[in-house]
Protein backbone atom coordinates (compact mmCIF):
# COMPACT_ATOMS: atom_id res chain seq x y z
CA UNK A 1 0.00 0.00 0.00
CA UNK A 2 1.40 3.67 -0.80
CA UNK A 3 1.07 6.29 1.86
CA UNK A 4 2.16 9.76 1.45
CA UNK A 5 3.26 11.31 4.84
CA UNK A 6 3.90 14.77 5.10
CA UNK A 7 5.38 17.29 7.89
CA UNK A 8 7.14 20.23 8.20
CA UNK A 9 4.07 23.01 9.25
CA UNK A 10 3.57 25.33 11.62
CA UNK A 11 3.72 28.62 12.37
CA UNK A 12 6.08 31.18 11.60
CA UNK A 13 6.30 35.54 11.16
CA UNK A 14 6.22 36.81 7.88
CA UNK A 15 9.67 36.48 6.08
CA UNK A 16 10.35 33.97 7.32
CA UNK A 17 10.70 30.10 6.07
CA UNK A 18 9.72 26.71 6.54
CA UNK A 19 10.25 23.49 4.51
CA UNK A 20 8.13 20.55 3.93
CA UNK A 21 8.53 16.88 3.45
CA UNK A 22 6.32 14.65 1.78
CA UNK A 23 7.83 10.45 2.72
CA UNK A 24 5.90 8.05 0.28
CA UNK A 25 6.20 4.63 1.42
CA UNK A 26 5.43 1.32 -0.51
CA UNK A 27 6.63 2.48 -3.82
CA UNK A 28 9.77 4.18 -4.95
CA UNK A 29 9.12 7.86 -5.13
CA UNK A 30 11.04 7.77 -8.87
CA UNK A 31 7.47 5.89 -9.89
CA UNK A 32 5.95 9.39 -9.57
CA UNK A 33 5.96 13.12 -10.28
CA UNK A 34 5.05 15.20 -6.98
CA UNK A 35 3.11 18.06 -6.86
CA UNK A 36 2.17 20.42 -4.49
CA UNK A 37 -1.07 22.10 -3.57
CA UNK A 38 -2.91 24.56 -0.75
CA UNK A 39 -5.97 25.27 0.58
CA UNK A 40 -7.15 27.87 2.71
CA UNK A 41 -10.36 28.13 4.53
CA UNK A 42 -13.31 29.03 1.86
CA UNK A 43 -10.87 28.62 -0.91
CA UNK A 44 -10.84 26.11 -3.38
CA UNK A 45 -6.83 24.20 -3.75
CA UNK A 46 -4.31 25.74 -5.63
CA UNK A 47 -1.83 24.15 -7.59
CA UNK A 48 1.44 25.48 -6.08
CA UNK A 49 4.04 23.53 -8.11
CA UNK A 50 3.63 20.91 -11.07
CA UNK A 51 7.23 18.97 -10.85
CA UNK A 52 8.58 18.71 -13.82
CA UNK A 53 9.86 15.61 -15.42
CA UNK A 54 12.61 14.36 -17.94
CA UNK A 55 14.75 17.57 -17.06
CA UNK A 56 11.52 19.76 -17.24
CA UNK A 57 11.74 22.57 -14.96
CA UNK A 58 8.92 22.56 -12.30
CA UNK A 59 6.06 24.79 -13.15
CA UNK A 60 5.27 27.03 -10.05
CA UNK A 61 1.90 28.96 -9.41
CA UNK A 62 2.82 33.03 -9.84
CA UNK A 63 1.73 33.64 -6.29
CA UNK A 64 4.63 31.45 -5.52
CA UNK A 65 7.48 32.10 -8.40
CA UNK A 66 11.05 32.68 -6.94
CA UNK A 67 10.37 32.07 -3.15
CA UNK A 68 8.91 28.06 -3.24
CA UNK A 69 11.12 25.29 -4.46
CA UNK A 70 10.91 21.77 -4.89
CA UNK A 71 13.53 19.19 -4.26
CA UNK A 72 13.00 15.45 -4.66
CA UNK A 73 15.32 13.23 -2.12
CA UNK A 74 14.61 9.75 -3.80
CA UNK A 75 17.24 7.98 -1.36
CA UNK A 76 15.20 8.98 1.43
CA UNK A 77 12.25 8.57 -0.57
CA UNK A 78 11.29 11.95 0.19
CA UNK A 79 9.82 15.37 -1.71
CA UNK A 80 10.07 18.58 -0.25
CA UNK A 81 8.43 22.10 -0.68
CA UNK A 82 11.08 24.94 0.79
CA UNK A 83 9.23 28.17 1.34
CA UNK A 84 11.07 31.45 1.77
CA UNK A 85 10.20 34.77 2.05
CA UNK A 86 6.61 33.61 3.40
CA UNK A 87 3.60 36.06 3.20
CA UNK A 88 0.13 35.74 5.22
CA UNK A 89 -1.33 35.02 2.51
CA UNK A 90 0.77 31.95 2.12
CA UNK A 91 -1.33 30.56 5.19
CA UNK A 92 -3.26 27.26 3.79
CA UNK A 93 -3.59 23.32 4.71
CA UNK A 94 -0.50 22.28 2.06
CA UNK A 95 -0.72 18.94 0.46
CA UNK A 96 1.54 16.62 -2.03
CA UNK A 97 -0.06 14.63 -4.35
CA UNK A 98 1.67 11.89 -6.40
CA UNK A 99 1.18 11.26 -10.13
CA UNK A 100 1.93 8.12 -12.30
CA UNK A 101 1.38 9.86 -14.83
CA UNK A 102 4.36 12.49 -15.92
CA UNK A 103 2.76 14.39 -18.64
CA UNK A 104 -0.51 15.91 -16.98
CA UNK A 105 -0.79 17.65 -13.85
CA UNK A 106 -3.71 19.61 -12.68
CA UNK A 107 -6.18 20.45 -13.99
CA UNK A 108 -5.82 17.69 -16.10
CA UNK A 109 -3.94 15.05 -14.64
CA UNK A 110 -5.14 12.22 -12.54
CA UNK A 111 -3.36 11.97 -8.58
CA UNK A 112 -3.33 8.83 -7.38
CA UNK A 113 -2.10 9.13 -4.13
CA UNK A 114 -2.62 12.24 -1.27
CA UNK A 115 -0.55 13.48 1.65
CA UNK A 116 -2.99 13.76 4.87
CA UNK A 117 -1.75 17.78 4.68
CA UNK A 118 0.21 19.89 6.69
CA UNK A 119 -0.77 23.39 7.91
CA UNK A 120 1.55 26.31 7.47
CA UNK A 121 0.13 29.39 8.88
CA UNK A 122 1.88 32.61 8.21
CA UNK A 123 1.66 35.69 10.81
CA UNK A 124 2.06 39.27 10.32
Known amino acids: QVRLVQSGGGLVQAGGSLRLSCVVSGRTLSSYAMDWFRQAPGEERELVAA????????NYADSVKGRFTTSRGNAKNTAYLQMNSLKPTDTAAYYCAARIDKDNYYPTGVYDYWGQGTQVTVSS
Open 51 to 58: SGWSGEPT
